[in-house]
C-alpha cells in the first residue's frame, strides 16, 4: 500500500477551497451508499447481538430495534456499518 502524505492532502484541500470560492473550480462530491441491512453485516461478521452492538458502540436493544425494522440506523452509526461492510478486517481488528 502506497504510504500516505497527509500534510500535501490537506493542502491540497485548501488549495481547492479557495478555488472554488474565487469561483475557479467545482469541489469533489462522492455519493456514499446505503451500507446493506445491519443483521446481513453482523452475520457476515460471525458476531452475536451483544458483541455487534459492542463494536458500533450502541445498545442491545438499538441492534434489535434495527434487525427487526423498527428503527434505521443513522449519521455515525450508518458509517461504522459501512466500514465494517466494506472492510471488516479492520472493524474486526477493534473486537
Known amino acids: 500500500m502506497d504510504e500516505r502524505n497527509i500534510g500535501l492532502?490537506?493542502?491540497?484541500?485548501?488549495?481547492?477551497?479557495?478555488?472554488?470560492?474565487?469561483?475557479q473550480g467545482q469541489l469533489k462530491k462522492r455519493k456514499l451508499s446505503d451500507?446493506?441491512?445491519p443483521k446481513d453485516i453482523r452475520q457476515k461478521l460471525g458476531l452475536s447481538q451483544a458483541a455487534f452492538a459492542g463494536l458500533m458502540g450502541v445498545s442491545l436493544r438499538?441492534?434489535?430495534?434495527?434487525?427487526?425494522?423498527?428503527?434505521v440506523p443513522s449519521g455515525p452509526a450508518k458509517s461504522l456499518?459501512?466500514?465494517?461492510?466494506?472492510?471488516?478486517?479492520?472493524?474486526l481488528d477493534i473486537a
Open 9 to 23: 492532502e490537506i493542502l491540497e484541500g485548501i488549495r481547492e477551497i479557495k478555488a472554488f470560492k474565487a469561483g
Open 35 to 37: 451500507p446493506s441491512l
Open 62 to 71: 438499538t441492534i434489535q430495534d434495527w434487525e427487526q425494522g423498527r428503527r
Open 81 to 91: 456499518l459501512r466500514i465494517a461492510e466494506q472492510h471488516p478486517s479492520v472493524f
